[in-house]
């Protein structure tokens, strides 16, 4: 007997549909009954009609793989990376962590001192909940990358975002390696997490097989690691989890997410069988992951878990001025472009930057150019160097390099020592001075230097905007950076259940097939 079309439990336009696709934690059945086609979520009300598809309920942290939640005790399959100078601030990483996502304190470019009372604050307003720090790879100033490690192990912090490396270092490895012993049963324990982000085959294949044995000899002839841990290393790989990083903000190769994760998958697969670990390493995605269609695809790839970044920055809890933030906010997935880096500057590393109003990325281009070009500051025609003195860094090269004096005394010594007698270095020095003040004068709102303003930004951002728009988080001012993640976990669970109706033949209606974000109850959330 069919039911009345009048019936409560039947979804027929548009705004019922979705509301009933929303539902997530209860089945979606399309039925077909009396008056026609149908959508409900009461199973009592389907068996009454004609079952035509159904998806099971999917709650947003039944998404990715349930050990990544349960290796580091959050309650989602996701991640908020670092963003560099404490841009992924302590407010944003405990925010994160109170509501049950792992997060990255951003420590890369963040003086020794400061790393240390930011850990100690994050430990203390996390009360014992899961997080991160950030381990960039900083081939130009190891010492801080030797900081980083010291301070993490000193606070007990249990994970490390290590990115940007272009190959293992002693520091990295003392970190992992550190964390190594045996439990009650004798089996190897890791202590210390690695989360290694990655963009290219061989970088992950070093951090998908154990530490390097020369690396694991030097660390305990200096007494950096036991006996007992240097022979557990050869036992486990440098990397729990490994993050394919496509076209993000920042530090990228802007490598198609679809093309990257199967191939890290299929390396992972093949290292795991050679090396026979006891479970594979997890691989997790990131770089253009800004709204819920991009998560659910990096999910349908086959991915563990999603990082998320440049929508972070424009959030509330992010330590960036609201300048920034507004111009983050206006930004269309065009509005992007590579420039290089300050902490790679002589290998040539670009990242990827926000050139909707700002001229940073052709400014530090033509700095890099003339860098190429040049053996040092005294080689610079004297026109152009006053052109360069007066309109990008607005004061002269002898006052600059006083503050690079300054800078580099307090936070690595060694850096001007190399540049004694070595006018390319001095030069270099000089050069990065710009690159690196730029993204603080964005952090600091100057007023003098927006058109220098360095705001990392992918594409992502953009696709974050076109998503939100006419929704309550199109304003900056509603963007708590725990409200976007919920969102887009949210959205993505929603997002995979209609692609399953699809994949089963149901034709929806457009307005019901897009996630639209809504303030959230707490039963919701």
Same mark, same amino acid.
């Given at each position: ?95 994160? &962590?109170? *509501?049950? +996502?792992?997060?990255?304190?951003? !420590? #890369? =470019?963040?003086?020794? %001192?400061?790393?240390? @009372?930011?850990? $100690? ?89 154990? &530490?390097? *044995?020369? +690396?694991?000899?030097?660390?305990? !002839? #200096? =007494?950096?690691?036991? %006996?007992?841990?240097? @022979?557990?290393? $050869? ?291």
């Amino acid at each position: 007997m069919s039911i009345a079309i009048t019936s409560p439990a039947l979804a027929r336009d548009e705004a019922s549909i979705y509301h009933q696709l929303s539902i997530l934690d209860s089945p979606v059945f399309v039925v077909r009954d009396g008056g026609g086609l149908a959508v409900t979520t009461d199973a009592g009300t389907a068996r009454r009609a004609q079952v035509l598809a159904a998806v099971p309920a999917l709650r947003p942290e039944s998404l990715g793989d349930p050990e990544f939640r349960t290796h580091h005790d959050v309650r989602y399959a996701y991640q908020a990376g670092a963003m560099a100078n404490g841009i992924a601030s302590v407010r944003l990483v405990t925010a994160l &962590a109170r *509501a049950g +996502f792992l997060s990255s304190f951003g !420590a #890369a =470019g963040v003086v020794p %001192a400061k790393i240390d @009372e930011a850990l $100690a604050g994050i430990r203390r307003e996390t009360q014992g909940k899961p997080f991160s720090c950030n381990l960039i790879h900083s081939p130009s100033e190891p010492a801080l990358e030797r900081a980083i490690v010291d301070a993490c192990l000193r606070h007990e912090v249990r994970c490390v975002e290590a990115s940007a490396f272009i190959d293992l270092t002693p520091f990295v490895v003392k970190y992992r390696l550190a964390g190594l012993g045996r439990d009650r049963d004798g089996r190897v324990v890791t202590r210390n997490r690695v989360l290694a982000k990655v963009s290219r085959a061989e970088v992950a294949e070093r951090f998908l097989r154990p &530490a390097p *044995a020369s +690396f694991v000899r030097e660390l305990l !002839a #200096a =007494g950096e690691i036991t %006996a007992e841990q240097a @022979e557990l290393a $050869a036992s486990v790989p440098m990397a729990d989890d490994i993050t394919g990083e496509a076209d993000s903000g920042g530090h990228t190769d802007r490598r198609p997410l679809p093309v990257l994760i199967p191939s890290l998958l299929a390396l992972r697969d093949r290292v795991w069988r050679e090396a026979g670990y006891a479970r594979p390493v997890r691989i997790g995605a990131a770089g253009g992951i800004g709204t819920p269609a991009a998560a659910a695809a990096a999910f349908a790839l086959g991915a563990s878990y999603i990082v998320t970044g440049s929508i972070n920055q424009a959030s509330l809890e992010a330590d960036q001025s609201e300048p920034a933030k507004r111009l983050l906010a206006q930004a269309s997935s065009a509005d992007t472009e590579m420039a290089p880096s300050s902490d790679m500057f002589e290998l040539g590393v670009d990242v990827q930057v926000l050139k909707r109003g700002t001229m940073f990325a052709s400014r530090a281009r033509r700095l890099y150019d003339t860098y190429r070009s040049r053996d040092g500051i005294d080689d610079i025609p004297a026109a152009e160097r006053a052109e360069l003195e007066q309109r990008i860094f607005q004061r002269s090269f002898d006052e600059v390099w006083a503050d690079c004096v300054r800078y580099f005394t307090e936070r690595d010594p060694e850096q001007i020592a190399r540049a004694e007698g070595n006018p390319k270095r001095r030069m270099a020095l000089i050069f990065r001075w710009y690159l690196g003040r730029s993204s603080g004068w964005s952090m600091a709102a100057d007023p003098a230097r927006v058109a220098d303003y360095q705001i990392w930004c992918g594409p992502a951002m953009g696709g974050f905007n076109e998503w939100v728009a006419g929704t309550y988080l199109a304003a900056p001012g509603h963007r708590h950076v725990a409200d976007l993640a919920t969102q887009i976990m949210r959205g993505a669970a929603f997002t995979t259940r209609v692609n399953q109706l699809r994949a089963a033949g149901v034709r929806l209606p457009a307005a019901c097939s897009t996630y639209v974000p809504a303030p959230l109850t707490e039963e919701a959330s």
